[in-house]
């Protein structure tokens, strides 16, 4: 009887840089993000659609994701999703884990193989029953900014916006209410980023939708009122170069916790505590972002 063999793959190919990398191996050497993307994205039959979450430190990236994924998770209005791999649910379970117990998640580390990722299948009721995959990565803010100043500084995040079909932008909506012009300027400089990795030329506007997502609205609850009034007031820089540059942005206000607390943490430092979540405006950006996809 004549015998047969099954020849295991030797290679395979990273989802986000498409470097070539050995089978076994769980990270990309290039750029770092999990192989099993690709393993899952191989399973469907196609690419999935990627979404990215951008934003500066602190402005809470992790949470805002966290939650998203959760809502959906629970079937959040029209929509439905189904996580691919265990690893998926790392992100939400450690948010909601965290915030249960009345403490913030720590900062997600600059170091991309620490970073948490996220592959879901979405369903959206509303349109027929249309199925999105979606990968959506928790990037550190710190890696941001570095990327933005000096680009390929972290190569990953090149990689993945060039492969994006759409981002969500968040700003601190309440550091900006103050008058301080940081939120203004870091929005700023991502979207011109992302001007020239799209766009390029003077007269071709960027066609991949932006929802600019004003954060911590707690502080705030102005911004609810009317987002892009807000925008204009308080981010003029980033509204005049959304007008100029991208054909598709618009502007919402989220907050998730409901009520802060303020402790002392034994070294003199004051350590604020989130006493209870009420989230609000998680899901309008991405129900927009959708729409586009």
């Known amino acids: 009887m004549a015998s047969t063999t099954v020849e295991l793959e030797e290679f395979i190919h990273c989802l986000i840089c498409e470097a070539e990398n050995d089978a076994q191996a769980v990270v990309c050497s290039d750029c770092f993000a999990p192989l099993a993307l690709a393993e899952q994205a191989d399973q469907q039959g196609h690419d999935p659609c990627i979404t990215t979450v951008l934003g500066d430190s602190n402005v809470g990236k992790t949470v805002y994701l966290g939650f ?17 791999g265990a690893y998926s649910i790392n992100l939400q379970q450690s948010v909601i884990h965290h915030l249960a117990a009345r403490t913030f998640p720590p900062k997600t580390p600059a170091d991309v193989d620490q970073w948490h990722w996220a592959y879901y299948q979405i369903c959206d009721h509303r349109n027929k029953n249309r199925w999105i995959d979606l990968v959506m990565p928790d990037m550190a803010g710190e890696a941001l900014a570095a990327e933005v100043d000096a680009p390929n500084t972290y190569q990953v995040i090149g990689k993945l916006l060039a492969k994006s079909a759409g981002a969500l932008l968040l700003v601190d909506a309440g550091v900006a209410a103050l008058g301080n012009p940081q939120p203004d300027f870091f929005a700023f400089k991502l979207l011109t980023y992302m001007d020239q990795l799209y766009a390029g030329r003077r007269r071709r506007k960027v066609r991949r939708p932006v929802a600019i997502v004003l954060c911590k609205g707690d502080y705030c609850p102005q911004c609810f009122d009317d987002p892009r009034a807000f925008a204009r007031t308080n981010l003029s820089r980033t509204w005049n170069f959304c007008a ?14 409901g009520s802060l607390g303020f402790i002392n943490d034994g070294e003199d430092n004051v350590v604020s505590v989130p006493l209870h979540t009420a989230p609000r405006g998680i899901l309008e950006p991405f129900e927009w972002i959708v729409k586009y996809l």
Request: aromatic share 12%; proline share 3%; glycine share 4%.
């Open 244 to 257: 100029s540059r991208f054909a598709k942005v618009e502007f919402f206000a989220a907050s998730v916790v």
């Open 68 to 84: 998203l994924l959760d809502m959906l998770a629970k079937r959040a209005g029209d929509f439905e999703a189904i996580p691919k």
